[in-house]
């Protein structure tokens, strides 16, 4: 289906057309007419399909079309992190690039007081949009630097990822400074009973729609090594002597465990970075500004570049330990083989992992390639068990829409005319 298939309008269009943006993926062809039409909507979709535009759209459509406050904040939108935060932002200035009555501005923490007083500069004014992490917009709300009570739109995105840091209560604190009439998106990469819980929360009747998580680009080539812990090095040195393995991401779990492989592939002459959540905002942005220019070789992170940043050009992601789902795993090798390109995956799969591997073969509906390990390093564990085939997740909808809108819309949202 075509964007000018839909009610967006033509301002919307013109940047889109602008953008060679043609056709909808399939969470923007069945999210965009939902709320358009003015309902509640819990969108539950991987990183990659497209989702920030399945919401920014329509929002922005609506927006521009008039009828909403000028002094008043009309959007707000949710982000886990500074990084999505300001890739919304980014989408934003593309998407509403004809939109001349828009404003926007981004609310994150981390950052010293120039962007501060930049940040309350755009609230006291009434920015039409704001695109913020929980903690700096509760910061916000405490000292009374914003007005929710006629916002009209409220989007939570990567909602697994907000419980996940233990937004839960900031979140919910936010909520209760919306009106009741404010239409409201929730979307989640994953659908676990606490986000069931926070959906019946949060939303009103919303229409549900499920893209069920895809399989992994197939130029992107999949490999496993089966080690113990102390081995991983080795092999990460053995990799690193055998080829020209610039841009690589090395993922792991956790933050303590990246600072140490970081600290290893210094003191093996390893041109690399460092990517947590301990890291200053400030220095967040210079680590990626320097990866992303080819200054640096190769970024040992945790999951917080899983979700939600893009960068085309990585060629091989290395996954230290093993992702705690298939999702997970999909979302990390993700970040290779991007923009038609081709990608080398490599997982180390230690003994405490296994039962954890067959799970994602499992989800894969085939076997990854095990590779032998390095000479000199000893014998790793013993891998058993073939995966088993394994289909994919249904779609659906959570329960029929009834009078779940926000807004008595008429089809086409304001009562523009069908194109």
């Keep these: 289906m075509k964007f000018e298939e839909t009610y967006l309008n033509d301002n919307v269009l013109d940047a889109l057309y602008d953008m060679h943006f043609d056709e909808m993926t399939p969470i923007q062809e069945r999210c965009i007419p939902e709320i358009l039409d003015g309902y509640d909507l819990l969108g539950v979709a991987q990183t990659g399909t497209g989702k920030t535009a399945a919401y920014l759209l329509p929002i922005l459509s609506m927006l521009d079309d008039g009828g909403y406050p000028k002094d008043a904040i009309n959007c707000v939108i949710m982000s886990p992190t500074r990084e999505l935060a300001q890739q919304i932002d980014q989408a934003m200035q593309g998407f509403g690039y004809y939109l001349d009555g828009i404003s926007s501005v981004a609310v994150y923490g981390g950052n010293d007081g120039g962007r501060y007083d930049q940040e309350l500069k755009g609230l006291r004014l009434g920015a039409d ?70 959906a019946v929360t949060l939303l009103h009747n919303p229409v549900e729609v499920k893209i069920a998580v895809s399989k992994p680009a197939e130029k992107i080539q999949q490999s496993a090594f089966v080690c113990y812990d102390p081995q991983k090095l080795h092999i990460i040195e053995h990799l690193f002597k055998a080829g ?71 060629r091989i992601v290395i996954n230290y330990d093993v992702p705690h789902d298939a999702e997970d795993y999909v979302h990390r090798i993700g970040r290779t083989a991007r923009a038609d390109r081709d990608g080398v995956a490599i997982t180390f799969v230690s003994d405490n992992d296994i039962n954890r591997f067959h799970q994602i073969e499992h989800f894969l509906g085939r076997e990854v390639e ?33 009078n779940g809108k926000r807004n008595n819309r008429p089809k086409g949202g304001k009562g523009r005319d069908k194109k």
Excluded at 159 to 171: H, K, P, Q, T, Y
């Design 129 to 198: 949009v704001i695109i913020a992490t929980p903690g700096r917009l509760l910061s916000h709300l405490k000292v009374g630097n914003l007005d929710l009570s006629r916002c009209s739109f409220f989007v939570l995105d990567e909602a697994d990822r907000m419980l996940d840091m233990g937004f839960s209560e900031d979140i919910l604190r936010i909520v209760k400074e919306l009106p009741e009439s404010c239409q409201r998106v929730m979307f989640s990469a994953t659908m676990p009973h606490d986000i069931r819980n926070l």
């Design 244 to 314: 020209d393995l610039k841009r690589v991401i090395i993922f792991s779990g956790k933050k303590e465990k990246v600072k140490e492989i970081t600290r290893q592939l210094k003191r093996m002459k390893i041109n690399c970075a460092e990517m947590h959540s301990d890291l200053e905002q400030r220095e967040r942005d210079q680590v990626m500004l320097r990866f992303k220019a080819g200054q640096t070789d190769v970024l040992v992170a945790t999951d917080i570049v899983a979700r939600g940043i893009d960068i085309d050009d990585i």
């Design 370 to 402: 095990k590779r032998a390990l390095p000479e000199g390093i000893g014998e790793g564990p013993v891998y058993t068990a073939r995966p088993k085939k394994h289909s994919n997740a249904h779609h659906g909808r959570w329960n029929s829409r009834g």
